[in-house]
């Protein structure tokens, strides 16, 4: 199976348009409480609960299930339209890089670098999927997801901008901006003692917990904790540790 939708190619054109939308309408559009308001709302949406409580605590580590089966979908439909790539390739990348942490075959440490913080498209996690760490998600909703996932964000995008440009430029250009640059430096320095510590450095890899990605990403920063623990619930660990998404996860989970 071809890893189309989270090829460099994809994600890369994605990003470009997002970035050059976003630089265009900032000079465009003004900005007040309610423009700030809308943008940090949405932000908090794609990142923290489309990437970080989906793609990565539901889908790739199968934390918790839901109460309700639409809003499992809804909720996974801000991942989908961060540009970031469909479940099957989102979550292929993410488990070989808990497979092979810090070694040659971690995606996340092979293809990062401050560049690639603004200029993802030069990251190449490979096109050819290894079944066996995604043959749970080998079902036809995901296979067709994938095959179409480009058409969901176009089509998605199209009609906020025919609706109001102000609608496509606040829910979606400038929070998917400030998403892919926070996920993006997350991937990059999350690996990093600068900005970090480790709670258990028994995990045998560079991971760190971090106060700022954990308040830029509402409790994805307690990255160390994590992969001590990836398939729990919360990534919180110490009392003074704090993971809003967890507070969320036990609103809608069984």
Do not use: C
Request: hydrophobic share 45%; net charge positive.
């Amino acid at each position: 199976m071809k890893y189309l939708a989270a090829s460099p190619l994809t994600v890369g054109i994605i990003n470009i348009i997002v970035t050059l939308g976003t630089i265009v309408g900032f000079f465009y559009f003004d900005f007040s409480v309610l423009e700030i308001t809308t943008s940090t709302f949405f932000y908090a949406m794609y990142s923290a609960v489309g990437l970080g409580m989906m793609y990565h605590r539901f889908w790739t580590h199968r934390s918790f299930e839901f109460k309700h089966q639409s809003v499992k979908w809804l909720l996974t439909l801000f991942g989908l339209l961060t540009g970031r790539g469909s479940i099957i390739g989102w979550v292929h990348v993410h488990r070989e890089h808990h497979a092979f942490s810090d070694t040659e075959r971690d995606p996340h440490i092979t293809n990062m670098s401050l560049l690639k913080i603004f200029v993802p498209m030069f990251s190449n996690h490979g096109e050819v999927i290894n079944k066996r760490l995604i043959k749970d998600l080998l079902t036809k909703e995901h296979i067709d997801m994938n095959k179409y996932y480009l058409l969901i964000i176009v089509t998605w995008v199209v009609a906020l901008f025919l609706i109001n440009p102000w609608l496509a430029y606040f829910t979606w250009f400038l929070p998917v901006f400030l998403t892919n640059i926070v996920w993006n430096s997350f991937i990059y320095y999350g690996h990093s003692t600068h900005i970090g510590y480790q709670t258990f450095p028994e995990t045998n890899d560079t991971s760190t917990n971090s106060w700022l990605y954990s308040i830029l990403i509402l409790g994805e920063g307690w990255h160390n904790n994590h992969h001590k623990y990836p398939h729990k619930k919360t990534t919180k660990e110490k009392f003074w540790e704090i993971d809003p998404l967890h507070w969320v996860i036990k609103l809608v989970s069984k």
